[in-house]
Structure formats: C-alpha cells, structure tokens
C-alpha cells in the first residue's frame, strides 16, 4: 500500500504503543494514558494495544513488525517544560536524531529505519505518530506521578484520547 494512502485507510493494522517505565515516577505517564484509553475503546478491529513497553533500540524492532500505523505515547523532558503540555508529531521530524555509531546506542528513529533497511515491514515514517506529554520526574523510583502532573492529568488526557482517537479512526 501507498503511504500517502495508509492515512485515510482505516483498516490500516495500528499499534498502540505506551511507552516508559512503570517505577520512575512520570515516566509512567505514556502507559497510564494508553492502558486507560483501551479501557475506553474496548476491542477495536485493525488496532492492537501493547499498554506497557519498556524496551528500546533495537529492541523495539520485535514488536513494531507487520504495522502500517504506529501510534506511540511517551513521556518527554525539557528544559522549560510544563508539566502535562503535550506535543504529536510523525516520525519525520525524528530524522535529525538519527545516530548509528554502534547498535548499542540506537535510538528510536535510527531502529525504525534499520528494520526498514533490513526488509521488515515497519510504519512509513509519515504513519508513525508520536504523542509526548511533558513530566517533571523521570529519576525518582515511584508508581505515582508527580503530584504536578497527577492535578493536570484530567485536562490534558482528555485532548489526548480525542488525539489518538482520530489518529485510529481517521
């Protein structure tokens, strides 16, 4: 299928995918969010939902074979970040982090294109969608968010699930 295509085809076999780590504080957040949006969605066709993934590099590569559309949820952190502002972007403008010094440091968007090069069938970089919610804590061990991001989550998971519902259902 035509990439261009794969956007308005809602057949299109989706992964969900929340990202992080369940034991560092909001880090946890792209889980909590896709293990509460399937809740919602119950069972959808064409849409597969992996709530909790902490594997990176590489390693990434198991499960995102055989998708036309990968939807990933991650936390992110940045210098003047507000706890709970979120950003979506494709995996298009991940090109510039590109590194492939050694596969033991590939990051996201050098692993996709490998599995690309090596003949996998992996989401075009234009049906790969990522949403990153802002954290404050990404170092602290903890099962609980922050309580920054604990007060806002009801706002911004709101836009989010609108978000990713038009993401899988175009």
């Known amino acids: 299928m035509h990439p261009a295509s794969e956007a308005t085809n809602p057949a299109a076999k989706t992964l969900l995918l929340g990202m992080g780590n369940p034991y560092l504080s909001d880090d946890s957040i792209g889980i909590r969010l896709v293990r509460d949006f399937s809740q919602m969605l119950g069972n959808m066709p064409n849409l597969e939902v992996i709530e909790e993934c902490c594997a990176g590099g590489l390693n990434l590569l198991d499960f995102l074979g055989g998708f036309e559309r990968l939807i990933v949820v991650d936390s992110i952190k940045t210098r003047e970040g507000i706890p709970g502002r979120w950003y979506r972007f494709t995996a298009e403008r991940l090109r510039e982090t590109m590194n492939l010094t050694g596969v033991h440091d590939a990051n996201f968007a050098t692993a996709l294109e490998l599995g690309r090069q090596i003949g996998m069938r992996i989401p075009s970089e234009s049906e790969t969608h990522i949403v990153a919610i802002e954290i404050l804590d990404n170092m602290t061990f903890s099962e609980r968010l922050t309580d920054e991001l604990e007060r806002t ?9 609108r978000e990713l519902r038009s993401l899988i259902n175009p």
Request: no cysteine.
């Open 153 to 161: 989550y009801p706002a911004f998971s709101g836009e989010i699930f």
